[in-house]
């Protein structure tokens, strides 16, 4: 049996492909705007996706506002153009999010009704066409300072309860001197509770598992910030092709301080920065040192081991509860101890980004009291007990 969903999707495959199939424009096609009195010439097109299709056009008389060169999106889908106009509006202002100069329908001589956005123009194009042209890496310094430029437009998203759902590297684009520029915001929606928005169109090769898996229903800041941690991951590759993997971030050439930032974007939902802010302030600072601790006692608290002992963890275990020690199997709220060995050459994100590491860093910063041991100080204290 095909489901209603399946159905709908099916055939908004089948309207987008015969949309592709015959181009809305000819060169060397003059379209003016109603609302401007500006007439675009076309030239060529540039490209096109679900909702409809880009030219590059030239624009026609003096405008001291409006730039020669521009692209023009015209689409058949007056709601998607509606937010785009909306948030081009709302954002025009915002140096990291591609300009929008003019808005505005045209009827086709056969009746259809197009929706036309005069867009600044993007010489690199989009993110996904740059990379595959150069097939370079970003540096990392670079990679840190233009996402965290994308994640501006974000925040002021996130902070006005919008979501955007549809962070991919078609939607990123690159500017003069590989200056990055969030444009599409076709599917963006508002969101009305705290639980999210019901997620209906989805770019599938940028979506969380979790989502499709439909084990998480709900859209939330959090899942536009997985999209931002690909974003990055793509810049470290130099590759847009497919999205990365848990397992593989550990094998990214850069340090591991991104690493944990891009597994942490990434990895688990609930342990996901909670907005674009937070993941902003990551970028650009640099994380806690988790130094030793110091404790007396073992007595009555909550302990995690991390890293590769001296001795079994059978061993180490047994030790901590003679000791009066609580084992938790991976740090929490109530763990208030971790033991630390050797790092494990294998850990998700580099020397120092063991999950159970990471895990201590998350909690730290939500304000949690959690001490670190280095391994010969918890063997002390055990000792001690046992004396």
């Not at 056969?110 to 150069?134: I, K, P, T, V």
């Amino acid at each position: 049996m095909i489901s209603q969903g399946a159905t709908t999707r099916t055939a908004r495959a089948t309207e987008n492909a015969r949309a592709r199939r015959a181009p809305l424009l000819s060169s060397p096609q003059v379209i003016t705007s109603p609302h401007s009195r500006l007439g675009y010439r076309v030239d060529r097109l540039l490209g096109q996706g679900g909702y409809g299709q880009v030219y590059l056009v030239k624009r026609m008389g003096s405008s001291s506002a409006v730039p020669s060169r521009l692209c023009l999106k015209v689409s058949t889908h007056i709601d998607a153009w509606l937010r785009e106009a909306y948030f081009g509006q709302v954002l025009d202002d915002h140096p990291r999010a591609v300009r929008v100069f003019d808005a505005f329908p045209i009827v086709r001589p056969n009746g259809q009704m197009l929706y036309c956005l005069a867009l600044e123009y993007a010489r690199h194009g989009d993110l996904s066409a740059f990379l595959q042209r150069n097939a370079k890496r970003w540096p990392e310094s670079v990679t840190r300072r233009e996402i965290a430029g994308i994640l501006q437009v974000l925040g002021k998203l996130h902070r006005g309860q919008v979501l955007h759902r549809d962070l991919t590297p078609v939607n990123v684009f690159v500017c003069d001197n590989r200056r990055l520029k969030l444009g599409d915001f076709g599917i963006v929606r508002q969101q009305t509770s705290i639980r999210g928005i019901t997620a209906h169109t989805l770019n599938e090769s940028m979506v969380p598992s979790d989502l499709l898996a439909s084990a998480a229903p709900k859209w939330r800041a959090r899942d536009d910030v997985y999209q931002v941690g690909q974003l990055l991951a793509m810049l470290v590759k130099g590759d847009a092709r497919a999205r990365v993997r848990t397992f593989e971030v550990r094998r990214l050439d850069c340090s591991d301080e991104l690493k944990e930032i891009i597994y942490r974007c990434i990895g688990e939902r609930r342990k996901r920065y909670e907005s674009a802010d937070e993941l902003i302030e990551a970028l650009n600072s640099k994380p806690a040192k988790l130094g030793p601790g110091v404790l007396r006692t073992l007595k009555g608290v909550h302990l995690a081991f991390t890293g590769i002992l001296s001795r079994t963890r059978a061993e180490a275990k047994r030790a901590a509860r003679r000791a009066g020690a609580i084992i938790h199997g991976m740090p929490s709220i109530r763990t208030t101890v971790v033991v630390r060995g050797k790092p494990n050459p294998l850990q998700a994100a580099g020397r120092s980004g063991g999950l159970k590491l990471m895990e201590i860093k998350r909690l730290r910063k939500k304000g949690h009291r959690i001490t670190l041991l280095a391994e010969p100080t918890f063997w002390r204290l055990v000792g001690r007990r046992k004396a």
